[in-house]
């Protein structure tokens, strides 16, 4: 099988069989990594959602039940692993069921 290809001096230049197993090493560990990467960011976006309620846990404000068993529910999400690396529009795994936000 061939190598593939690199640009040098804007002009084509295949890869050496050194740097094409290099290449082919970074590729199966990025790949073998995936489950690390997916859950990585779905805590981030787990994050992101549970830092725009948390002004709901000040002392001074009463958080209702629903708002509790949804932050909660986000707190468990990781429970579930991506399955995919797609994201909807929202910026939020599409292969993960995320809680629906209770109305304010």
Do not use: C, H
Not at 12 to 41: C, I, P, S
Request: charged letters at 35%; a neutral charge; glycine letters at 0%.
């Amino acid at each position: 099988m061939a190598n593939d290809y690199k640009m040098v001096n804007d002009k084509r230049v295949q890869l050496t069989d050194e740097e094409q197993k290099a290449r082919d090493a970074e590729a199966k560990a990025w790949k073998a990594d995936t489950t690390n990467r997916r859950m990585a960011e779905l805590r981030r976006q787990r994050n992101e959602l549970l830092a725009k309620t948390d002004w709901m846990a000040n002392s001074d404000v009463t958080m209702s039940d629903e708002w509790k068993k949804y932050r909660q529910a986000l707190r468990d999400i990781t429970k579930q692993t991506p399955s995919s690396d797609e994201i909807d529009t929202n910026g939020l795994y599409t292969s993960i069921t995320f809680p629906t936000k209770p109305t304010e």
